[in-house]
């Protein structure tokens, strides 16, 4: 008798098991619906195989129906963010008011529109070219928007640079702002700068200690009012759900950068996010796909 309920848990166990961590067969979607395959985006169909660690998103009208190696069947309807190796298979969506966000660039970005709750005065939705260096690349592509407050610029470089010299010039070459740093990051505090409406600047890193060494120019990009009016709008309603401690906020955060060109921000609430959640590979990926359109040379592994 000990023998069989042995062998009887055993089977349920392996039935477990295999459901929780092998591969999933899609036998049907609808609405919206899509897997995270690398740094893209694919519509969910009939046979595609998810491996455990697949996300699987649905959005307005979203369903559907998968089947494990067992014929185990399983019906996902419920709008939201699901991982695949969720134990036992109790499929649970995230759909949070961020999730729902963050889902709504996904399917925008997809569908060639602009990102979420973002007006059509998105500036790009595409990260532009890479910035050239000499020595130093600014985790940024060749120009960014930059909103007045204190905002952390990153670079990397494969030399040992020591001291760096931070500086934000106007067309003139004249400096409006130089801080030292140490290391490969610094915070600017740009809200006391009486920066010009429209107006362009440049920002510049640069090895105190051997000056050869240094970034290329990086745009920066004022807003006009409405601009700012725009986004400040957009962010109010992010922010309705706003939780620093999530790192599914700052992943949507990222997002809402991305698409509207404050890529500077958008790398700052990229490394908040992994921070939060160094095991995620959805946001790791995302963040990498970033660094490498922006031309990085180092991107996170």
């Known amino acids: 008798m000990k023998t069989k309920l042995f062998s ?18 899609v036998l049907s979607a609808k609405g919206e619906n899509v897997v995270q395959q690398g740094a893209e985006y694919s519509p969910l169909g009939p046979g595609m195989k998810l491996p455990a660690n697949a996300k699987v998103m649905l959005g307005e009208g979203g369903a559907v129906e998968l089947s494990n190696a067992d014929g185990k069947t399983v019906n996902l309807n419920t709008p939201g963010i699901y991982t695949m190796n969720d134990v036992a298979g109790n499929f649970k969506a995230d759909n949070s008011g961020i999730a729902q966000r963050y889902l709504a660039y996904v399917f925008n970005e997809m569908s ?45 470089s494969e030399a040992d640079l020591g001291e760096c010299t931070v500086k934000v010039l106007n067309l003139f070459d004249e400096p409006v702002l130089e801080e030292k740093v140490n290391g490969n990051i610094a915070t600017l505090d740009l809200s006391n700068i009486e920066f010009e409406e429209d107006a362009i600047y440049k920002l510049v890193v640069t090895s105190s ?29 992010i922010n309705k759900a706003k939780d620093e401690e999530s ?46 359109q922006a031309g990085v040379q180092q991107a996170r592994n």
């Open 209 to 237: 200690e051997k000056p050869g060494i240094k970034s290329g120019e990086l745009i920066l990009r004022v807003p006009s009012e409405e601009e700012r009016a725009q986004f400040e709008e957009d962010l109010s309603e």
């Open 247 to 292: 790192p599914l906020y700052h992943a949507l955060m990222a997002k809402f950068c991305k698409v509207n060109g404050l890529y500077v921000d958008a790398v700052a609430h990229f490394e908040k996010a992994l921070v939060l959640a160094p095991e995620s590979e959805m946001i790791r990926i995302e963040y990498n796909a970033f660094l490498d």
């Open 112 to 156: 060639g529109e602009d990102g979420g709750n973002t007006s059509n005065m998105s500036i790009t939705g595409s990260v532009e070219r890479s910035l050239e260096n000499n020595g130093i690349s600014l985790f940024s592509p060749e120009s960014t928007y930059f909103m007045q407050k204190a905002t952390t610029i990153q670079w990397a």
């Open 8 to 25: 009887l848990a055993t089977a349920l166990l392996v039935s477990v098991i295999s459901f929780a961590q092998g591969t999933f067969t």
